[in-house]
C-alpha cells in the first residue's frame, strides 16, 4: 500500500474492544474475544483457533514481551526478598543457594504463560498483527 492508495485515509469504523477484560481473559489463560476457550494447547504454545468462538490467534507476535516482563516481575519480588532475608537473618550461604533459586524458577514458570496470554489479548484488543476484522490477505492473490 502506498501513499496514493485512498484505503489508507478511510476512517476505521471498527468498534473498540475492551482492553483491559482482553488482558485479563488472556492472563488466565482464556480466548481474548469470548472468554471461554482455551488461549493455549500447550505450556506456552498459543491455539492456532478458539475451540469456542474459531477466533483466529495464528497470527499473534507475543516475541520477548513475555520474558522481558516475567524477568523484570520477578527480579522486584525476589531481590528485595533476598536483601530483606540477608539483612535481617544473615542466614547461612546454603540457605540461599537453595530458596532462591527454586522461588525464581516456580515464579517464572508461573508468570510466564500468563504474561504470555496477556500479552496476546492486548495485541487482539488493539487489533495488532493481523487481529483485525478485515479478511487475511492471501499474497498469492487468492
Known amino acids: 500500500m502506498d501513499m496514493s492508495d485512498v484505503r489508507i485515509y478511510e476512517a476505521s469504523d471498527a468498534a473498540p474492544r475492551p482492553a483491559l477484560q ?3 481473559r488472556g492472563f488466565g489463560g482464556a480466548c481474548p474475544s469470548c472468554g471461554l476457550g482455551r488461549l493455549f494447547h500447550r505450556f506456552l504454545k498459543v ?8 477466533e483466529a490467534f495464528h497470527h ?7 520474558p522481558y516482563f516475567t524477568i523484570m ?3 522486584h519480588i525476589v531481590v528485595p526478598m533476598m536483601l530483606w532475608l540477608e539483612l535481617n537473618h544473615l542466614p547461612p550461604l546454603w540457605v540461599h543457594a537453595i530458596l532462591w533459586p527454586a522461588l525464581t524458577l ?3 514458570l508461573w508468570f510466564l504463560p500468563r ?3 496477556a500479552i496476546v489479548g492486548w495485541q487482539w484488543a488493539l487489533r495488532m ?3 483485525g476484522d478485515e479478511p487475511e490477505h492471501d499474497p498469492r492473490g487468492l
Open 22 to 24: 482482553s488482558i485479563a
Open 47 to 54: 491455539s492456532d483457533n478458539c475451540p469456542e468462538c474459531g
Open 60 to 66: 499473534h507476535q507475543a516475541d520477548d514481551a513475555p
Open 73 to 75: 516481575i520477578v527480579g
Open 106 to 108: 516456580v515464579l517464572s
Open 115 to 117: 504474561l504470555k496470554g
Open 129 to 131: 498483527h493481523g487481529f
